[in-house]
Nanobody, 125 residues
Framework: QVQLEESGGGSVQAGASLRLSCATSGRTGTDYPMGWFRQAPGKERDVVAAISSNGRNTYYADSVKGRFTISRDNENTLYLQMNSLKPDDTAVYYC???????????????????WGQGTQVTVSS
């Protein structure tokens, strides 16, 4: 079993930056494909960014390209650097991990086996 815990959310003004982290515990030692998703009130949970097991392949939603950067370190901690934040970025952000090594990334919530509890990001204008 793998546990994921997000941190780094908060309330900021438009144009500010935040860095989200997702710490992995439990069955470590395997590099899982991972992703960041977000869910605003009344909306579906959508992919923000995703990364392959080895970190070489990444995906970004069109709405965050050029502003957000996904990365991971050697201890399976996942990061999301968010710059130039906009009010539309307001949501609960979740990290997720897929139980299988893969050289590609995954963009659908149904692809993932493990989820964190989420961290709130609020961007005011």
């Amino acid at each position: 079993q793998v546990q994921l815990e997000e941190s780094g959310g908060g309330s900021v003004q438009a144009g500010a930056s935040l860095r989200l982290s997702c710490a992995t515990s439990g069955r470590t030692g395997t590099d899982y494909p991972m992703g960041w998703f977000r869910q605003a009130p009344g909306k579906e949970r959508d992919v923000v960014a995703a990364i392959s097991s080895n970190g070489r392949n990444t995906y970004y939603a069109d709405s965050v390209k050029g502003r957000f950067t996904i990365s991971r370190d050697n201890e399976n901690t996942l990061y999301l650097q968010m710059n130039s934040l906009k009010p539309d970025d307001t949501a609960v952000y979740y990290c997720a991990a897929k139980r299988a090594y893969s050289s590609t990334y995954y963009t659908r919530p149904s692809h993932y086996n493990y989820w964190g509890q989420g961290t709130q990001v609020t961007v005011s204008s």
